[in-house]
């Protein structure tokens, strides 16, 4: 038995297309595109470098930063010498030494913080994996040296940059880190509140209560 035979419908008005409509359309984005340039100011990419700088996009990231605290890089330094940057960076460029007291106990502070940037190939986990806040990836780009190797071996002393800068780089990312940071230290401030009250009390029942006048031993 024969199969029934398959009969080809044109196709409907709603498939019709004019050849080569598809090239006239891009052609027609390309040349909007192009004229909004001259009169529309986010359409102006082109900038009288180095004279004008285009905004850099908060997503963008080079080679890490250490930041810190008030005034002083030393002493308000984010950073511990945790040293977990330096084990999970994939090509091993950060290299850190912890600072001690003359007996040997840990300050929780760098000696030496120093990045290779000429290894480093900004991934960005250095700053992912660290727990206290204090390496993010920076966005200054003009960086070029003639020093091909202590130019681009970055020490603590240009590393370190105040928080302040931070928050003109990455905005929404410093205040959310901020306010973290507040929170936390707020509830450090009353589990320590707390625990002196309660050694506060403790003591005062242990103390003997003041015996009455003439009231005999």
């Known amino acids: 038995m024969e199969p029934p035979s398959i009969t080809k419908l044109p196709p409907s008005p709603a498939r019709w ?9 891009g052609m027609a984005v390309t040349a909007q595109n192009m004229l909004q340039s001259y009169y529309r100011k986010d359409r102006m990419t082109t900038v009288q470098y180095p004279e004008e700088r285009a905004p ?17 890089p030393k002493t308000g330094l984010r950073c511990t010498a945790c040293t977990i940057c330096e084990t999970e960076c994939p090509p091993q460029c950060i290299y850190i030494v912890i600072d001690r007291d003359e007996n040997g106990k840990s300050l929780r502070r760098p000696k030496v913080f120093d990045i ?7 991934c960005g986990i250095c700053s992912e994996v660290c727990p206290f806040d204090s390496i993010y990836m920076d966005g200054e780009y003009e960086l070029s040296t003639d020093d091909r190797f202590n130019g681009l071996l970055f020490h603590l002393d240009r590393l370190a940059k105040s928080a302040a800068y931070h928050m003109k780089l990455r905005p929404a990312q410093a205040v ?20 002196e009250a309660k050694a506060k009390a403790d003591k005062d029942k242990k103390e003997p209560e003041p015996k009455a006048e003439g009231e005999q031993a």
């Open 17 to 25: 297309s004019v050849p080569g409509i598809g090239l006239l359309k």
């Open 56 to 72: 850099i996009s908060p997503n963008f990231r080079n080679f890490p930063f250490l930041c810190y605290d008030g005034e002083d």
């Open 116 to 122: 290779d940037v000429s290894v480093c190939m900004n």
């Open 176 to 195: 959310e880190v901020a306010a973290r940071r507040k929170a936390e230290e707020d509830k450090k401030r009353a589990v320590q509140a707390a625990k």
